[in-house]
């Protein structure tokens, strides 16, 4: 019996399964894969809550475009599909739409990020000379791939909120002048003054 269990040892180590169960480390908290699957939720609910309020938003800006319409608040140049249009961009759910967007954005690019780390550090480590330093699987080796999917994961998350602030429209009325009059921002000329 002990002598099968040692030929087995043998026959394992001389295989590349064993290097790659040696170099991989067993991770006792929540695995990858579930919080991929946690995340994917996280998209879908931003999703739906997004759709949901767009279906809202747009049933508003008609209901809206008739109370100010019957009021005398709407001007006469402005017709009713430019102010749903304005009414839509202004109270639209833009938060849950970049957030789904950026939980989307993370899921789909953090297999393609895994393995484009995993090439450039293959590369690294056979350029190396195969330097044990920069082995697959050890210290080094799994703080490039740490750092590096957190780093894409922080851009991604920069580039969601940015795309957010960037495109942030101003308040009703003065998305209703840009419309009408158009130009820059009113306030722009008399920033020198103040």
């Not at 908290?29 to 759709?51: E, N, P, T, V, Y």
């Not at 639209?92 to 780390?117: D, E, K, Q, S």
């Amino acid at each position: 019996m002990r002598f099968r269990a040692h030929q087995s040892e043998q026959a394992l180590a001389s295989s590349d399964l064993y290097r790659y169960i040696v170099t991989m480390r067993s991770f006792d908290g929540i695995s990858f894969w579930w919080a991929l699957i946690m995340l994917g939720a996280l998209a879908l609910f931003f999703g739906a809550r997004a759709a949901l309020g767009w279906v809202r938003v747009r049933g508003d800006a008609s209901d809206d475009y008739d109370y100010k319409k019957g009021q005398g608040m709407v001007p006469d140049g402005l017709p009713r599909e430019a102010y749903e249009r304005i009414y839509k961009r202004v109270y639209g759910p833009r938060g849950p739409a970049h957030v789904a967007a950026g939980a989307l954005a993370i899921l789909v690019l953090t297999p393609v990020v895994m393995f484009a780390f995993e090439a450039f550090l293959n590369l690294m480590y056979n350029l190396s000379g195969q330097n044990r330093v920069i082995e697959p699987g050890y210290l080094v080796w799994q703080f490039f791939i740490f750092f590096g999917l957190i780093a894409t994961w922080v851009w991604i998350g920069y580039a969601a909120s940015r795309r957010y602030h960037q495109t942030a429209p101003g308040n009703l009325q003065y998305e209703i002048d840009q419309h009408l009059y158009g130009g820059e921002d009113f306030g722009a000329d008399f920033g020198d003054e103040l």
